[in-house]
C-alpha cells in the first residue's frame, strides 16, 4: 500500500501563489509510474490538473490550467510539486495528489491507484 500526503494549500488572494507538495511512503519500493494532481470544487466533478512521470521528463497539463501551473518531481523520487501562479477565485478547490504505477492515460482518475486526502486552496477575490 502507498500512502500518499499533501501539504500547502491554504487561503490566498486573487493573482497570489502556492505551491502544493505531496510526499509518497509505504510500498514506494514499487515504482511510481506517473504522480498527478486532481482538483475537485464543490459540487462539481473532479478535473485533472496535471501529471509527470516518474523521471520527470514527461508532463501533461489541463490545457485550461497550462501557463499558470507548474509540475515537478522531488529529488527524492516519490515526491511531486506543483506551483500554482497567477490563481483566481475559480481555481477554489480542494486539490488531490494521485500516483500509479501504470504508465497509463495522465489525466483519467480511473488510471490511478493511489490517492492523498487533498489539501483546500481557497482564492480570494
Known amino acids: 500500500q502507498v500512502t500518499l500526503v499533501e501539504s500547502g494549500g491554504g487561503l490566498v488572494q486573487a493573482g497570489g501563489s502556492l505551491r502544493l507538495s505531496c510526499a509518497a511512503s509505504?510500498?514506494?519500493?514499487?515504482?511510481?509510474?506517473?504522480m498527478g494532481w486532481f482538483r475537485q470544487a464543490p459540487g462539481k466533478e473532479r478535473e485533472f490538473v496535471a501529471a509527470?512521470?516518474?523521471?520527470?521528463?514527461?508532463?501533461q497539463y489541463s490545457d485550461s490550467l497550462k501557463g499558470r501551473f507548474t509540475i515537478s518531481r522531488g529529488s527524492a523520487t516519490n515526491t511531486v510539486y506543483v506551483q500554482l501562479n497567477s490563481l483566481k477565485p475559480e481555481d477554489t478547490a480542494v486539490y488531490y495528489c494521485?500516483?500509479?504505477?501504470?504508465?497509463?492515460?495522465?489525466?483519467?482518475?480511473?488510471?490511478?491507484?493511489?490517492w492523498g486526502q487533498g489539501t483546500q486552496v481557497t482564492v480570494s477575490s
Open positions: 494521485a500516483a500509479s504505477a501504470n504508465g497509463r492515460s495522465y489525466s483519467q482518475t480511473r488510471f490511478y491507484d493511489y
Open positions: 509527470v512521470s516518474s523521471t520527470g521528463l514527461n508532463t
Open positions: 509505504g510500498r514506494t519500493d514499487r515504482l511510481l509510474t506517473k
